[in-house]
C-alpha cells in the first residue's frame, strides 16, 4: 500500500494532551490494500491520539457496514462490524513493530502512518461466516433456501425410512452387547 498525506499523522507539531481524527473508509481504502473479501462498505474509523512527554497511545474504534453475501444463500447483506484497537508508540534506536500492542519509532520519526492498523482493525472484525439475519430469523424467502429446505426434509424422510427397515436381527445382536 502506498502511504498517503491522509493516514499520515504528523505528531511533532502536536501539543501534549489527546487529538481526534476521524476517517470515512470505503471500499477505495481496501483496494489499495488488496483485500476484495466484500462489493462495498460504508465505515467510520476514530483515531484519538494522545501525545505525551515520552510515548504516544492511540485508541482506534470503528463502527460501519460491509456488503458481503451470506454463507448459506449467497445473497448480499450489509453486515454490521465494529471493533476497538490499542497502540502505544514508544521511541527506541530502530523502527520495531514486532509487537501488535507496541511501536518502537526510531528518535527523530516525525509522524506516523495509521492506515496499517485501520486496515487490520476492520479485517479482523470481519467474521468468517457471514449469515444474513433473514436466515437466522426465517424472514428471508429465496429460492436456494427453499432448495436447501426441500432437500433436508427429503433426507429426513429417508433416514426415517430407512430406521423403519432395519433388520430384526440387528436388534438381536446389540441386546448380546448390553447383556454384558
Known amino acids: 500500500m502506498k502511504i498517503t498525506n491522509e493516514y499520515l499523522i504528523p505528531f511533532i507539531g502536536l ?3 489527546k487529538h481526534q481524527f476521524e476517517y470515512q473508509i470505503n ?8 483485500y476484495h473479501e466484500f462489493e462495498a462498505c460504508d465505515i467510520k474509523a476514530t483515531v484519538v491520539f494522545e501525545k505525551k512527554s515520552t510515548m ?13 453475501p451470506c454463507d448459506v444463500t449467497n445473497e448480499m447483506f450489509d453486515l454490521p462490524i465494529k471493533s476497538k484497537i490499542k497502540l502505544v508508540v514508544q521511541f527506541g534506536e530502530e523502527f520495531n513493530n514486532d509487537n501488535e500492542e507496541l511501536l518502537i519509532l526510531p528518535h527523530g520519526e516525525h509522524q506516523i502512518d495509521v492506515s496499517q492498523y485501520i486496515y487490520e482493525m476492520i479485517a479482523l472484525s470481519i467474521p ?8 437466522k430469523d426465517g424472514t428471508l424467502k429465496t429460492e436456494v433456501l427453499d432448495k436447501l429446505n426441500k432437500l433436508t426434509v427429503k433426507e ?3 433416514e426415517k425410512k430407512e430406521e ?17
Do not use: C, M, Y
Not at 58 to 65: A, V, Y
Not at 128 to 135: A, D, N
Open 56 to 68: 504516544l497511545e492511540l485508541s482506534f474504534k470503528h463502527n460501519g457496514t460491509v456488503h458481503v
Open 128 to 135: 468468517l461466516k457471514r449469515i444474513h439475519p433473514g436466515v
Open 164 to 180: 423403519e427397515n432395519i433388520d430384526p436381527r440387528w436388534d438381536k445382536l446389540k441386546q448380546l452387547l448390553t447383556d454384558k
Open 15 to 17: 501539543k501534549i494532551g
Open 27 to 34: 471500499k477505495k481504502f481496501f483496494d489499495a490494500f488488496d
Open 156 to 158: 429426513n424422510k429417508k
